[in-house]
C-alpha cells in the first residue's frame, strides 16, 4: 500500500443553484462518478433500487436520497454532499429548484463561500436564473460561475451559448454581480464537467472541475476592527467567562473592550478554552471563544464587543433589504422579533419603501404587505436601542434575520442608519459612559448589599390621573420592605439645578428631560430604585420618557401609563392602568414587575435574572 | 488542522446556542466514534463541564464492552447519564428476528419518543453526519419534529446564515445537529488531534477486523480491516470504496427513509 500522505487543509463549502429541471443532481451525479468519488455502496444501491422500480439509471438518482424525489424527479429539499479534490474538502451543498424553492436555495447559499449557477441552454434565460442571482448577490455570495448546461441539445452551438452569457451579464451588471466564468457543459454526457468537452473546440476556458479549484477560500475577516457579539456568560465554576464567536477582527489579552449599546467597558483578563495547552492568549475572525474581564461587569447576550476607536451604530431604526419567506404576508406595523448576530429584539417594521421585481429590477411601489418570495426594501423600527452595521462593511453584524411566530420568515441586510431623535443624548450617553470614574465599590457590591439592583420606575400619563399619588405610595412600601428606593420629584429640580435655565426654556421639554435624566443616571449609580413620573413634562410625556431610557440605559425602566379611560400607552409601556385606580393593587403589579425585571431578588430558590448592569 | 478547528467552532457555536434557547436540554449519546466526539465538543464550548443531561437508548441488544465504557467515561467526566429503555416491547420479546426496521422502531425510535416525552426535553443534540446516509444530508443544523416526534422533510424552516429554529409551538420539539458539516475521517483526524478515548472495538485487535459503525450486535457486523491505531483508520478511510454504515441491517433498501421519517436518530 503506498502511504501517501495527502493533507485537507481547508473546507470550501459551493452552493448549486438553478431552476428545477436545469440539471443540478445530474451535474453533481457527474462530478462524483468523472472523479472516482463514489463510494461503492451508493452507486449499487442506487442501481438496485432503479432496476426494482424498473428505471433507467440516471446519475441525479445519486444525490436523491428520498423515494418521493425519485417518483417525482425533482430534489425535496437542500443536501449536502462531501467531495475531495486536490486536497481540499469540498461541501457541496444541492439546492432545489421547485416551487418550495426559494426558501431551500437560501438556506442554502446562506451558507455557502462560493456557488455555481446553472441555466438551461435550450430555456435560456428565465425568471427564476435572474432571481437566482440577485439573491446570491443578496446573500452575500460574491464568488460564483455560471454554468450553461445541455449544450447537447442545442447543438452545442457557440451562439445560444454566447446569447446567454451577454444577457446574464447584462442583468448581473444592473447590482454589481461579476460571475468568474460562464461554462458550456452538458452534465448528461459529461461534457466539460470533470473532463474537457472534444465537442466544444470554441471552448478554451476551465471545465466545472478547474473552477470549483480556483474558487479561493473566504478572505479572512481577521484584519477588520473587532466585532465580537455576546453569545452567552457562563459562571460554571469560579470563571465568570463570555462567551461568542468572532465575526471580524481579532482580540487578545489586555485589550480594551466596549460593549454596545450599554456602553459597557473592561479589559480581557484571559482567553478560556479546555484541553489546549499552553491556554491561548488572543481569539481571531471565525472563532467560537470565551473570555474573563478584569472587572465585574454585567454584559448580556446580544452585546457586540469592539474596541473604542472603531464602535458599530446603535439606533432604533435602519434601513434594509429583505427577502420574505413566511407563510403569512409581512405587514408594516406588525411586530416581529428581530435577530441580528446573536442580539434578539422586538421590532416593527416602520416603512414598506418598495418592493423589488427581480425580474427585471423595477420598483413597485405603495405596497403596505411584502409577500412570500418577495425582496422589499424597507425601514426597521426596534423596541430597544440595537447595535449593528451597515452590510457593506460587516457581513455578520449587517445583517439580520425576522421571527414571525415560531419560524424564521425572512431574512436581508442593513444598508442605511436611520437616525432617531434619540441619537443626540444616545452619543452624550456614549461619551458620559467612557469618561465615567468608577470608586472601588461595584455595582455588584451594593446590590448584594441592599438586596436588588437599581431601575428606574418611570409613570407616565396626563394631568390629575394620580401619578405623584402612586409614586408616594411605591416608595413607602419599598422602603417598608428594606428596599432603598427614592422619589425623584421634578418640582426639586425646578428651582435648583435648573435655576439657571430662562422661563422659555424652562417650559421645554429637551432640556429639562435632559437634565432629569442625567440625575436619574447618577442616583441609579448609588444602587437606588428611583421613583419618577413625567408630572414636570406635563403632556409632553411621550417625549420626556424617551429621553430618560436613553439616558439612563442600560438601567431597567419600568414604565407605568395612567390614564382615567381607555387610551393607547406610550410605546414599551410594561403596566397600563385606565381608569379609577385601585393603587394597592397597582403596587402590587410594579412589585411583581420589579422581580420578573430582576430587581428585586425573587422567592428563595428561583433562578434570579441578572440582564443589565450600569 | 484547520479545517478541524473550523469544524469546532461552527459546532461549539451550535451547542451554545442550544443551551442559551432549550431549558430542557439533553444530548444523545450512543458511545460511538461520533457522539463521543460531540460530548467532547460540548466539553469544549463549556469548559469542561457538560450541563445537561446524556440520554442513552438501551435496546439491551448492545455489544457489552460499550456498556463499560459508558459507564467509565459518565464516572470519569462526571456525566449525568439518562439510560432509557423500551422495557414494553422488551417484555413483548421484541428482537430483529422479528424484523429489523419493526425492531429498530420498538426500541430505538419509540425507545427515544418514551425518553423524550418522560422527560419532557424540548431540544434534543443529537450526532447525525450529512455524509453518513442520504436522509441525513438533508437535515437543517436545528430540525422541528411534531407532537407525534416525526421528521416533515418537505416543507423545513429555513435556515439562515448563523440562525437557527429556537422557538417551536408546545409539544413539539426541536433536533440539534452540531456534526452535521463532519465527514467520518474528520471525525477520525479530530479524535487524533484531541486524543479523546474511544471504544477499541473499531481497531483491529489481530484477527483482520474492526467495526468501522457500531449498533446493536445481531445487526452490526466488522469490516475486513487491520487498522490498529487511528493512524491507520485514517488512511483506511482514505482509500476506501465501501460506505460506511455497509455493515449496518437496518440501512437495507429504503429502511433509514422510513425509520427516520418517523423519528429514528
Known amino acids: 500500500m503506498t502511504m501517501t500522505k495527502i493533507k485537507t487543509p481547508e473546507n470550501l463549502n459551493i452552493v448549486i443553484v438553478g431552476h428545477v429541471d436545469h440539471g443540478k443532481s445530474t451535474l453533481l451525479g457527474r462530478l462524483y462518478a468523472d472523479t472516482d468519488s463514489l463510494p461503492d455502496g451508493k452507486l449499487d444501491k442506487v442501481r438496485a433500487i432503479c432496476k426494482q422500480q424498473g428505471k433507467e439509471f440516471e446519475y441525479a438518482f445519486l444525490f436523491d436520497a ?43 447559499a446562506a451558507r455557502a463561500e462560493a456557488a455555481l449557477l446553472l441555466i438551461d441552454a435550450l430555456e435560456g434565460v428565465k425568471e427564476q436564473s435572474k432571481k437566482h442571482g440577485y439573491l446570491l448577490s443578496l446573500l452575500g455570495v460574491r464568488q460564483f460561475a455560471v454554468v450553461v448546461n445541455k449544450m447537447d441539445l442545442v447543438g452545442y452551438r457557440q451562439d445560444v451559448f454566447d446569447g446567454i452569457e451577454k444577457e446574464y451579464r447584462e442583468f448581473l451588471g444592473q447590482f454589481k454581480a461579476v460571475p468568474s466564468q460562464f461554462i458550456p457543459v452538458s452534465a448528461k454526457l459529461g461534457d466539460n464537467i470533470a473532463n474537457r468537452s472534444t465537442t466544444m473546440s470554441w471552448y478554451s476556458g476551465p471545465t466545472v472541475l478547474d473552477t470549483l479549484g480556483a474558487f479561493s477560500k473566504e478572505a479572512a475577516r481577521s484584519e477588520q476592527p473587532l466585532r465580537f457579539s455576546v453569545q452567552d456568560v457562563y459562571k460554571f465554576d469560579a ?102 448576530a446573536t442580539k434578539e429584539v422586538d421590532c416593527e417594521v416602520a416603512v414598506i419603501h418598495r418592493i423589488i421585481d427581480t425580474m427585471d429590477l423595477a420598483q413597485q411601489q405603495g405596497s403596505s404587505t411584502v409577500n412570500k418570495n418577495q425582496v422589499a ?64 465599590v461595584t455595582v455588584e457590591d451594593r446590590a448584594q448589599q441592599y438586596g436588588h439592583r437599581a431601575a428606574v420606575v418611570l409613570i407616565t400619563g396626563g394631568r390629575h390621573t394620580g401619578k405623584s399619588f402612586l409614586a408616594r405610595k411605591l416608595e ?92 393607547e400607552p406610550p410605546p414599551n409601556t410594561d403596566v397600563t392602568l385606565s381608569g379609577p385606580t385601585d393603587f394597592d393593587a397597582a403596587t402590587a403589579r410594579i412589585l411583581d414587575e420589579l422581580k420578573r425585571r430582576g430587581v428585586l431578588a425573587q422567592a428563595i430558590g428561583a433562578k434570579p435574572i441578572f440582564q443589565y448592569s450600569i | 488542522m484547520q479545517h478541524l478547528r473550523q469544524l469546532e467552532d461552527q459546532s461549539v457555536y451550535i451547542l451554545r446556542e442550544a443551551y442559551k434557547h432549550f431549558d430542557n436540554l439533553a444530548m444523545l449519546w450512543s458511545m ?64 430483529h428476528t422479528m424484523g429489523r426496521v419493526e425492531c429498530c422502531t420498538a426500541l430505538k425510535t419509540n425507545g427515544l419518543k418514551q425518553l423524550l416525552e418522560n422527560k419532557g426535553y424540548t431540544g434534543v443534540i443529537l450526532g447525525v453526519r450529512a455524509d453518513e446516509e442520504g436522509t441525513r444530508a438533508k437535515e437543517r443544523y436545528f430540525s422541528p419534529r411534531d407532537k407525534h416526534g416525526d421528521w416533515d422533510f418537505r416543507d423545513q424552516p429555513p435556515e439562515l446564515w448563523d440562525q437557527y429554529k429556537t422557538t417551536f ?20 483526524e479530530y479524535i487524533k488531534l484531541e486524543n479523546i478515548p474511544f471504544i477499541d472495538l473499531y481497531l483491529d485487535k489481530g484477527e483482520g477486523t474492526r467495526y468501522r459503525s457500531l449498533g446493536c450486535a445481531p445487526c452490526t457486523t466488522p469490516i475486513k480491516s487491520t487498522a490498529k491505531t487511528v493512524d491507520d483508520i485514517i488512511e483506511e478511510l482514505r482509500h476506501t470504496t465501501t460506505a460506511e454504515r455497509s455493515g449496518r441491517a437496518q440501512d437495507e433498501g429504503r429502511g433509514m427513509e422510513l425509520l427516520r421519517k418517523d423519528g429514528y436518530m
Do not use: C
Not at chain 1, 401 to 429: C, K, N, P, S, W
Not at chain 1, 552 to 565: F, G, L, N, W
Open chain 1, 476 to 567: 413607602g412600601r419599598l422602603v417598608a420592605d428594606g428596599r432603598h428606593a427614592y422619589l425623584l420629584d421634578g418640582e426639586n429640580l425646578r428651582r435648583g439645578l435648573d435655576a439657571d435655565l430662562s422661563e422659555e426654556e424652562r417650559g421645554q421639554t429637551t432640556e429639562m428631560a435632559r437634565r432629569y435624566g442625567e440625575v436619574a443616571r447618577l442616583l441609579t449609580d448609588t444602587g437606588l430604585i428611583v421613583l419618577s413620573t413625567t408630572n414636570p413634562f406635563g403632556l409632553a410625556y411621550e417625549e420626556a420618557s424617551q429621553a430618560i431610557r436613553t439616558l439612563v440605559h442600560p438601567a431597567p425602566v419600568i414604565a407605568v401609563h395612567m390614564s382615567k379611560t381607555e387610551e
Open chain 2, 169 to 188: 409551538p408546545p409539544g413539539t420539539h426541536i433536533r440539534i445537529h452540531p456534526l452535521l458539516d463532519w465527514t467520518e475521517i474528520n471525525i477520525w
Open chain 1, 377 to 440: 426594501e424597507l425601514t426597521l423600527r426596534t423596541k430597544t436601542p440595537v447595535a449593528f452595521d451597515l452590510s457593506a462593511s460587516f457581513e455578520t453584524t449587517g445583517r439580520f434575520v425576522l421571527v414571525d411566530e415560531y419560524d424564521i420568515a425572512g431574512g436581508g441586510i442593513i444598508t442605511e442608519l436611520v437616525h432617531d431623535d434619540q441619537e443626540f443624548l444616545r452619543d452624550e450617553a456614549r461619551r458620559r459612559d467612557f469618561a465615567w470614574v468608577k470608586g472601588e
Open chain 2, 32 to 95: 460511538g466514534k461520533d457522539s463521543t466526539v460531540l460530548l467532547w465538543l460540548a466539553r469544549k464550548a463549556f469548559f469542561g463541564h457538560v450541563p445537561f443531561p446524556l440520554l442513552h437508548v438501551d435496546t439491551s441488544y448492545k455489544i457489552p464492552a460499550m456498556i463499560e465504557y459508558r459507564d467509565r467515561l459518565a464516572r470519569e467526566w462526571r456525566l449525568n447519564l439518562v439510560v432509557g429503555q423500551n422495557k414494553q416491547a422488551l417484555a413483548a420479546g421484541m428482537n
Open chain 1, 66 to 108: 428520498f423515494l418521493e424525489e425519485q417518483e417525482q424527479g425533482i430534489t425535496i429539499d437542500t443536501a449536502r454532499t462531501f467531495f475531495m479534490w486536490k486536497g481540499r474538502q469540498y461541501i457541496i451543498i444541492d439546492a432545489p429548484g421547485h416551487k418550495e424553492f426559494l426558501k431551500n436555495m437560501i438556506s442554502g
Open chain 1, 239 to 340: 470563571r465568570r467567562i463570555i462567551t461568542g464567536r468572532i465575526a471580524a477582527g481579532r482580540v487578545k489579552v489586555g485589550d480594551h473592550l466596549v460593549f454596545s449599546p450599554s456602553n459597557k467597558r473592561a479589559n480581557i483578563r484571559t482567553v478560556e478554552a479546555f484541553n489546549i495547552e499552553p491556554p491561548p492568549t488572543e481569539g481571531q475572525a471565525g472563532q467560537s471563544i470565551g473570555v474573563t474581564l478584569d472587572e465585574q461587569i454585567f454584559v448580556e447576550r446580544g452585546e457586540i464587543a469592539s474596541h473604542q476607536e472603531h464602535l458599530p451604530s446603535v439606533s432604533t431604526a435602519f434601513r434594509a433589504n429583505l427577502f420574505w419567506l413566511g407563510k403569512r404576508p409581512l405587514e408594516k406595523g406588525r411586530k416581529y422579533l428581530l435577530r441580528v
